[in-house]
């Protein structure tokens, strides 16, 4: 096995230098200035299929480790980052008119189901449910996961030949099938048995958007109330405590505005995919706390097909809330002519990586959605309509609490 470094310093390897040109009416400009207090983009927005297609062939002009593997190597500011991406590869890539993407190699087959005896927070993750995730979260008119596209990519001319960072070529090697491949360098499983390799150079991969930098837009990362135990053995309160959403009505955020109704929207949004891992969100400041809540690292979904995690489900069936406009969409989409599962099926044959989901993934879509709706009914007949159904836009009557007060309330 040869290691590129080695190769590099003998044969002098450079790094290929392209072209960089601003332009003032790039796909991914326009995407960002669309950015509202109600969504990442507009229904109609028309740069955003732009942006899917100029992400499929945009000239990669530098690819450079993520932030938060940089943050485990104590290489960038850590208070950035929500958690270090352990063993999963991703990689940001920048564009030749100054965009720039995060891209994550594929690391299993489509037929591949999450083997049982995985936890959760050691899963793969899958640069597929990266794509459907944006697909499935446009179609229920969430809009709140940047825009994602699918691409084959030379990992050799578009990654090891465009990095200057020395450790990223570092772990470039040639596989004995004579592929070239590259694991990732961390402080877990990172060897070259778990490395992602070409066929010989072209690796396929999901392509998403960024979104502006946090000098521009800052972003906070807030722990979800519903987070699970990231152990073998610890349950938190939410798993042990049926009446736990009672506790978290009466916290700011969540005992005023739109904060736990989103919290709700997320809930569900996750279930249909099947994601444990929604450890946090994250929401602009500048909108304040009647900002959405923005969906992002989706690539733990579509893990099992055969598994409906029905306490994914707890934010809403603890607290028995739903908007309106949710549950129309999820009964619209229930309806025969507009069933999920088609929806799905012709929204993702736009994709180059085309199949995105097997067949029984997308079935599972459907059983899923009737599986929410069965909730939404029991609250009812629990409550009343009144109740459950709650409008969409309610605005926050509650300031933050001090340190002062939150020792009173304590």
């Not at 290929?16 to 669309?34: M, N, Q, R």
């Not at 699918?150 to 570092?170: C, K, P, W």
């Not at 059983?367 to 007949?381: D, E, H, S």
């Given at each position: 096995?040869?290691?590129?470094s080695e190769?590099?310093?003998?044969?002098?390897?450079?790094?290929t230098?392209h072209?960089?040109?601003?332009?003032?009416?790039?796909?991914?400009?326009?995407?960002?200035?669309?950015?509202?207090?109600?969504a990442?983009?507009?229904?109609?927005?028309?740069?955003?299929?732009?942006?899917?297609?100029d992400?499929?062939?945009?000239?990669?002009?530098?690819a450079?480790?993520?932030q938060?593997?940089k943050?485990?190597?104590?290489?960038?500011?850590?208070?950035?980052?929500?958690?270090?991406?352990?063993?999963?590869?991703?990689?940001?890539?920048?564009m030749?008119?100054?965009?720039?993407?995060?891209?994550k190699?594929?690391r299993?087959?489509?037929?591949?189901?999450t083997?049982?005896?995985?936890?959760?927070?050691?899963d793969?993750?899958?640069?597929?449910a990266?794509?459907?995730?944006?697909?499935l979260?446009?179609?229920?008119?969430?809009?709140r996961?940047?825009p994602?596209?699918?691409?084959?990519?030379?990992?050799?001319?578009?990654?090891?030949?465009?990095t200057?960072?020395?450790?990223?070529?570092a772990?470039?090697f040639?596989?004995?099938?004579?592929?070239?491949?590259?694991?990732?360098?961390?402080?877990?499983?990172?060897?070259?048995?778990?490395?992602?390799?070409?066929?010989?150079?072209?690796?396929?991969?999901?392509?998403?958007?960024?979104?502006?930098?946090?000098?521009?837009?800052?972003?906070l990362?807030?722990?979800?109330?519903?987070?699970?135990?990231?152990?073998?053995?610890?349950?938190?309160?939410?798993?042990?405590?049926p009446?736990?959403?009672?506790t978290?009505?009466?916290?700011?955020?969540?005992n005023?505005?739109?904060?736990?109704l989103?919290?709700?929207?997320?809930?569900?949004?996750?279930?249909?995919?099947g994601?444990?891992?929604?450890?946090?969100?994250?929401?602009?400041t500048k909108?304040?706390?009647?900002?959405?809540?923005?969906?992002?690292?989706?690539?733990?979904?579509?893990?099992?097909?055969?598994?409906?995690?029905?306490s994914?489900?707890?934010?809403l069936?603890?607290?028995?809330?739903?908007?309106?406009?949710?549950?129309?969409r999820?009964?619209?989409?229930?309806?025969p002519e507009?069933?999920l599962?088609?929806?799905?099926?012709?929204?993702?044959?736009?994709d180059?990586?085309?199949?995105?989901?097997?067949?029984?993934?997308?079935?599972?879509?459907?059983r899923?959605?009737?599986?929410?709706?069965?909730?939404?009914?029991?609250?009812?007949?629990r409550?009343?309509?009144?109740?459950?159904?709650?409008?969409?836009?309610v605005?926050?009557?509650?300031?933050?609490?001090?340190?002062?007060?939150?020792?009173?309330?304590?």
């Amino acid at each position: 096995m040869k290691y590129y470094s080695e190769a590099a310093a003998i044969s002098n390897m450079t790094v290929t230098e392209h072209e960089v040109t601003f332009d003032p009416d790039a796909s991914w400009l326009k995407f960002h200035l669309g950015i509202s207090r109600y969504a990442l983009y507009s229904r109609d927005d028309p740069a955003v299929p732009q942006l899917l297609k100029d992400m499929q062939s945009m000239t990669v002009v530098s690819a450079d480790y993520t932030q938060d593997e940089k943050a485990l190597k104590g290489a960038c500011d850590c208070t950035q980052v929500v958690k270090p991406s352990g063993h999963h590869l991703k990689l940001a890539l920048k564009m030749n008119n100054f965009a720039k993407a995060m891209f994550k190699p594929m690391r299993q087959q489509r037929d591949d189901e999450t083997p049982e005896n995985f936890f959760y927070f050691v899963d793969y993750q899958r640069h597929n449910a990266e794509i459907a995730a944006f697909h499935l979260d446009r179609i229920l008119d969430f809009r709140r996961v940047p825009p994602v596209a699918g691409r084959l990519v030379n990992v050799t001319g578009e990654v090891l030949q465009v990095t200057h960072n020395e450790d990223l070529r570092a772990v470039f090697f040639t596989s004995p099938a004579n592929n070239t491949c590259f694991f990732a360098k961390c402080l877990y499983v990172c060897k070259t048995e778990y490395a992602v390799c070409g066929s010989p150079d072209l690796l396929e991969g999901s392509l998403s958007a960024y979104l502006p930098g946090l000098s521009i837009a800052p972003r906070l990362s807030i722990p979800n109330p519903w987070i699970r135990s990231y152990t073998f053995t610890g349950r938190e309160e939410w798993e042990v405590n049926p009446f736990y959403c009672d506790t978290i009505k009466q916290l700011y955020p969540y005992n005023s505005g739109n904060r736990l109704l989103n919290i709700i929207d997320m809930s569900i949004f996750d279930f249909l995919i099947g994601n444990m891992d929604r450890h946090h969100y994250e929401i602009f400041t500048k909108f304040g706390d009647e900002g959405f809540l923005l969906h992002l690292d989706n690539a733990r979904g579509f893990g099992k097909h055969s598994q409906d995690e029905m306490s994914i489900l707890a934010p809403l069936s603890q607290c028995c809330m739903i908007k309106h406009s949710t549950l129309l969409r999820l009964q619209l989409l229930a309806q025969p002519e507009f069933r999920l599962s088609d929806v799905m099926r012709e929204s993702l044959q736009g994709d180059p990586l085309q199949p995105i989901l097997t067949e029984p993934h997308l079935l599972a879509l459907d059983r899923r959605l009737q599986k929410v709706l069965r909730v939404v009914q029991r609250c009812i007949r629990r409550l009343n309509h009144s109740e459950v159904i709650t409008k969409d836009f309610v605005k926050s009557t509650v300031r933050p609490q001090t340190d002062t007060e939150m020792k009173k309330t304590r």
